[in-house]
């Protein structure tokens, strides 16, 4: 079965040091995203990747950074830059642009910073 | 400027009634998306309906309803005959479509529904 697979589920790191999420899809789908969410709140943007090799900055793009090299992965750095860390990191996909294309999600990652 | 608003932070119902969880929204743009997500305790996020703006009649997904009025700039989600499991975050959200659609689906901050036995 197609899907977005996120690893780890629950991450645990020291204050000052950077980390990678993975996120990798099989859907084809050409568009990814990466959301943060706080307790409490909705989904925040990141970043996202309309195709590979080029990505854009969302709302809240500062102490992240990612790549996009191959269409299937999509992976985010939180930076040591990134002043509160800890939070809960949705990546997503989308099959094209319209507004009528709902974005797929993966089962997230718990990051942790301590 | 928010986009869009949920203002119910939580909702409880019987198990086996209809619910209706709120959500208004704002946009100069003349085609535009509405979604709502479920998210469970686990987190994940799951697609549960969708609502075109031009689409002339409400959407429907099973137990899932979208009372969608256009003019108010609401899309209701109506859920039927609730279970058990409906306990969750329900989230609302909105993509742009113009020149070519948007990269962005907004989300508002969600209802926590919860379901009595």
């Known amino acids: 079965d197609g899907g977005i697979t996120q690893s780890p589920k629950y991450l645990f790191r020291k204050e000052g040091q950077n980390v990678t999420l993975s996120c990798e899809q099989n859907?084809?789908?050409?568009?990814m995203y990466w959301y943060r969410q706080d307790p409490g709140q909705g989904l925040r943007l990141i970043y996202y990747?309309?195709?590979?090799?080029?990505?854009q900055k969302g709302d809240i793009a500062e102490g992240y950074s990612v790549s996009r090299e191959k269409k299937e992965s999509f992976p985010l750095t939180v930076t040591s830059a990134q002043k509160n860390p800890t939070a809960f990191y949705l990546c997503?996909?989308?099959?094209?642009?319209?507004?009528?294309?709902?974005?797929?999600f993966g089962n997230g990652t718990r990051l942790t910073v301590t | 400027a928010q986009k869009i608003t949920q203002t119910q932070p939580g909702m409880f119902v019987q198990e086996k009634e209809a619910v209706t969880l709120d959500c208004t929204y704002d946009?100069?743009?003349?085609?535009?998306?509405l979604f709502w997500y479920k998210q469970p305790s686990s987190g994940e996020m799951i697609f549960l309906i969708y609502?075109?703006?031009?689409?002339?009649q409400n959407a429907t997904e099973g137990r899932y309803s979208l009372n969608f009025q256009k003019a108010r700039k609401s899309a209701n989600l109506v859920i039927s005959a609730s279970q058990l499991g409906d306990s969750a975050m329900y989230f609302c959200?909105?993509?742009?479509?113009?020149?070519?659609?948007?990269?962005?689906?907004?989300f508002g901050k969600g209802t926590k529904l919860t379901v009595n036995p």
């Open positions: 946009t100069s743009d003349p085609s535009y998306g």
């Open positions: 997503a996909s989308s099959k094209g642009q319209g507004a009528s294309s709902p974005l797929h």
């Open positions: 859907l084809n789908h050409d568009a």
């Open positions: 959200a909105m993509r742009e479509g113009g020149r070519g659609g948007s990269e962005k689906l907004v």
């Open positions: 990747s309309q195709i590979v090799n080029d990505f």
């Open positions: 609502q075109g703006s031009y689409d002339q």
